[in-house]
């Protein structure tokens, strides 16, 4: 099971750490990814890893997140610093053992998903 926390309020340029902490498996082979929801919007990619620990962001959040893993705690994290309103969004976290490649930031390829938690960037 995949358990996604530290959504929240914040305001423009402001940041905030979302973990995922797995459990019932170990994070080790997993291809772990980020996904957010906006109201009326598709499911979008946001950052992710692969199975060789490269990562991978979606264009408009390159300098401003950062993923990390830490497989000794089973936790992914993702950073998201200067946060902007249109990076408010239900964030999930994803994961899965037998992803292909060209299915990597596809939404509809993962096998296993965490519950969301809600960030709003708002004044």
């Known amino acids: 099971q995949l358990q996604a926390s530290g959504g929240g309020l914040v305001q423009p340029g402001g940041s905030l750490r979302l973990s995922c902490a797995v459990s019932?498996?170990?994070?080790?082979?997993?291809?772990m990814a980020w996904f957010r929801q906006a109201p009326g919007k598709e499911r979008e990619f946001v950052a992710g890893?692969?199975?060789?620990?490269?990562?991978y962001y979606t264009d408009s959040v390159k300098g401003r997140f950062t993923v990390s893993r830490d497989n000794a705690k089973n936790t992914v994290y993702l950073q998201m610093n200067s946060l902007k309103p249109e990076d408010a969004a239900v964030y999930y976290c994803?994961?899965?053992?037998?992803?292909?490649?060209?299915?990597?930031?596809?939404?509809?390829?993962?096998?296993?998903w965490g519950q969301g938690t809600q960030v709003t960037v708002s004044s």
């Open positions: 890893t692969w199975r060789n620990g490269n990562i």
């Open positions: 994803a994961a899965d053992r037998s992803l292909i490649r060209s299915s990597f930031y596809s939404s509809g390829a993962y096998a296993y």
């Open positions: 019932g498996r170990t994070l080790s082979g997993y291809v």
